[in-house]
């Protein structure tokens, strides 16, 4: 069962634009994470959330944990080539973390 | 520091075929998992072993069996090899359960 959907799933923007991915789901997780994976690569953590409506910045990234803890969003700020990723959720529930489907970025030079 | 290794990078299989993917990780963590990546599926649960000598069942074990060797080593097994077992499988290790969890750089197993 997939419990969290990522949207969108392909982001192609120019560099220096801003951008937000999103990750809902209609379950209740104790704890949010995000990473960010390269090709021929694992994933690598950014960061975990674990209060409800929690925003946490990294650099140029902003991550928010919803109110209810269903869902996430991660906003990057005038992006560039080198956050060219997928971006994965992934939502803790039951001693388990589920993966969302991903968001694949493209930051065009 | 190696962190987690996985071999091998790549295998080509034939249908029926069995094979055993072997992890290692050198930070002596207590939870390791196996995990598959399928395009637009992100990634799945197989297998995890919260500590050493368990092993538990996670969203898709059908077809698959592990052994966690030692604290170090958890290998996953197909034991006979299916195209729809054709994936990207990465193993990783956690401190804990639910801390953050370090991957090796998968191995891309096409079977035929």
């Known amino acids: 069962t997939q419990l969290l959907e990522q949207s969108p799933q392909f982001l192609s923007i120019q560099e220096g634009e801003n951008l937000t991915v999103y990750c809902n789901s209609s379950?209740?997780?104790?704890?949010l994470q995000w990473y960010r994976q390269e090709p021929g690569e694992g994933p690598v953590l950014l960061v975990t959330?674990?209060?409800?409506?929690e925003v946490k910045k990294l650099k140029r990234l902003t991550f928010q944990f919803g109110d209810a803890r269903k869902d996430s969003s991660l906003h990057i700020t005038a992006a560039q080539p080198g956050d060219t990723g997928l971006y994965l959720c992934?939502?803790?529930?039951?001693?388990?973390?589920?993966f969302g489907t991903g968001t694949s970025l493209t930051v065009i030079p | 520091n190696a962190g987690v290794t996985q071999t091998p990078k790549f295998q080509v299989l034939k249908t029926g075929q069995s094979m055993t993917l072997q992890c290692a990780q050198d930070?002596?963590?207590?939870?390791m998992y196996w995990y598959r990546q399928d395009p637009g599926m992100g990634l799945r649960l197989i297998y995890y072993?919260?500590?050493?000598?368990?092993?538990d069942k996670g969203e898709v074990p059908n077809g698959y069996n592990v052994s966690r060797l030692n604290k170090r080593e958890f290998s996953l097994r197909l034991e006979s090899a299916a195209p729809s077992q054709t994936s990207v499988y990465f193993c990783?290790?956690?401190?804990?359960?639910?801390?953050?969890?370090?991957f090796g750089q998968g191995t891309r197993l096409t079977v035929v």
């Open positions: 072993s919260a500590s050493e000598g368990t092993t």
């Open positions: 379950s209740v997780f104790s704890s």
């Open positions: 992934a939502g803790e529930s039951g001693n388990q973390f589920y």
């Open positions: 959330v674990v209060t409800g409506g």
């Open positions: 930070m002596n963590h207590n939870s």
């Open positions: 990783a290790s956690s401190e804990l359960v639910i801390t953050e969890a370090f």
